[in-house]
């Protein structure tokens, strides 16, 4: 058991460019998340996917935001036509869905920075 | 609006010192879970609450998920250096497909030599 992986850890981007994350879960887990974090802020609900659907997605998340989970294993955010507002750190989590206690298990996370 | 709202927003203690933050919210949560996060690294889980009343010991960091199931506190005892951390608070709420957490906007702790 390797954790969660994420890719790149730090990426810096001019704006309007296309930018592409990459998330890889724990093996068996079979839920993945994308979160949002700002500094001195907690993490801010992006997507999360079980196995491969995505099953729900924030309201606040914006059409230039995309995720797949293609084949219910590694996933991957795009952010299309970066704003300065989108510099953060991309959290991705994984779990193992259950009963009761289920149980994130994050990345290190990619942090963006848009000039 | 916050659906988890967490104090106090700072806290900066000598080593050795006792503290306490909370974690409150006007709705009910099947369960409650307490993470620590390090600068430049993800969240990472300390304990997950779910009976009302509930008191869990994790060494010196005793958790409490109250009555009500809408609130939380975490308080250490004779605090050392390497607790410092930003403390999340996440609830776990039932959604269209199951349940999903709501994290709060963490307490930042700085334990002083």
């Known amino acids: 058991d390797t954790g969660v992986s994420q890719n790149p850890r730090h990426k810096i981007t001019k704006r309007g460019q296309n930018v592409t994350f990459r998330c890889d879960p724990i093996s068996e887990h079979n839920r993945l998340y994308w979160y949002r974090q700002t500094l001195g802020q907690g993490p801010e609900f992006l997507t999360y996917?079980?196995?491969?659907?995505?099953?729900?997605k924030s309201r606040l998340l914006s059409d230039r935001f995309s995720a797949e989970r293609p084949k219910g294993s590694f996933s991957t955010l795009e952010i299309q036509r970066t704003e300065q507002g989108d510099s953060a750190m991309y959290l991705c989590a994984s779990s193992l869905l259950s009963q009761t206690n289920e149980k994130l298990f994050f990345g290190s996370g990619t942090q963006l920075s848009v000039l | 609006t916050q659906l988890l709202e967490q104090s106090p927003q700072f806290l900066s203690i000598q080593e050795g010192e006792n503290l306490t933050v909370y974690c409150n919210s006007s709705s009910v949560f099947s369960s409650l879970q307490w993470y620590r996060q390090e600068p430049g690294e993800g969240p990472v889980l300390l304990v997950t609450?779910?009976?009302?009343?509930e008191v869990k010991k994790l060494k010196r960091l005793t958790f409490q998920f109250g009555d009500a199931r809408k609130d939380s506190s975490l308080h250490i005892t004779a605090a050392q250096t390497g607790d410092t951390g930003l403390y999340l608070c996440a609830g776990l709420k039932p959604d269209n497909y199951g349940q999903n957490f709501v994290f709060g906007p963490g307490t930042r702790l700085s334990v002083l030599p």
């Open positions: 996917f079980q196995n491969e659907a995505q099953l729900e």
């Open positions: 609450v779910v009976t009302g009343g």
